[in-house]
């Protein structure tokens, strides 16, 4: 539903894609396309978008977001398996069309690791350097999102305690760098079997975090959640 925009949540990632405009391109691991084995990588110039939900509002399968793919950039991500037919999921459109609304930058879609964080960290590592380029490496998931406890009848619920600090202590490992804890959230992380029952929406951070730079100011683009326990917290490494 954050893809019908008109909330805060919307504003700052406007906000955040403005000021960064003229990116090159975007390279973006999510949630919704999960991978054993090797790696996948769009390797389309363009492609329909995949509505990968159901039972949402007829307007939500209407939404478009032309985005050229990048097959030259597809080519250069080392092991990765070209594939030409899926186009991007709500995982990597919703975000994107929020940001830059206007589907002017080239867009390329890794699947993610079904992987230990090392693993998928070291994914992040590899994407380094394209920054130099720039281009922007993302990872679009939820640090909090259990959709069995999730409160959808009131988007402005309040905020679940074991929720709230999760996110909170996940925010301060990306600020003190302390990977290390969060390739061990599964067992230290508080909450964190109600906070992330499976992996794949969680994970896409080690993307990023692998993807920065040591020493990098970390951004808090938003911070909040919707319907009392949905984590929608955003941030940048730059």
């Known amino acids: 539903m954050s893809a019908l925009g008109g909330d805060a949540h919307a504003a700052a990632l406007r906000a955040f894609g403005k000021q960064h405009a003229g990116l090159r391109a975007i390279v973006i691991v999510s949630a919704h396309w999960q991978t054993r084995g090797e790696i996948r990588v769009t390797s389309w110039q363009n492609a329909p978008l995949v509505y990968d939900f159901g039972g949402f509002p007829d307007e939500l399968y209407q939404i478009e977001y032309p985005a050229s793919g990048d097959p ?18 709500h995982g990597a459109w919703v975000p994107l069309r929020l940001a830059w609304p206007e589907a002017a930058i080239p867009v390329v879609q890794i699947s993610l690791p079904h992987a230990p964080p090392a693993d998928v960290f070291a994914l992040g590592r590899q994407l380094r350097p394209l920054r130099d380029e720039g281009i922007l490496v993302a990872g679009s998931g939820g640090i909090v999102h259990n959709l069995g406890l999730v409160h959808f009848a009131d988007k402005n619920a309040g905020v679940d305690p074991w929720a709230a600090e999760f996110d909170r ?33 969680f994970e896409p951070i080690f993307v990023a975090l692998g993807a920065a730079w040591p020493g990098e100011e970390v951004e808090t683009v938003y911070q909040g959640f919707h319907y009392g326990n949905l984590s929608m917290r955003s941030f940048s490494l730059s």
């Open 169 to 201: 202590w996940v925010a301060g490992c990306v600020a003190e760098e302390d990977t290390e804890s969060l390739f061990h959230y599964r067992t230290i992380g508080p909450h964190a079997a109600v906070a992330v029952p499976t992996p794949e929406h």
């Open 72 to 89: 030259a950039l597809a080519a250069r991500i080392a092991g990765a398996v070209p594939e030409l037919k899926r186009g991007l999921d």
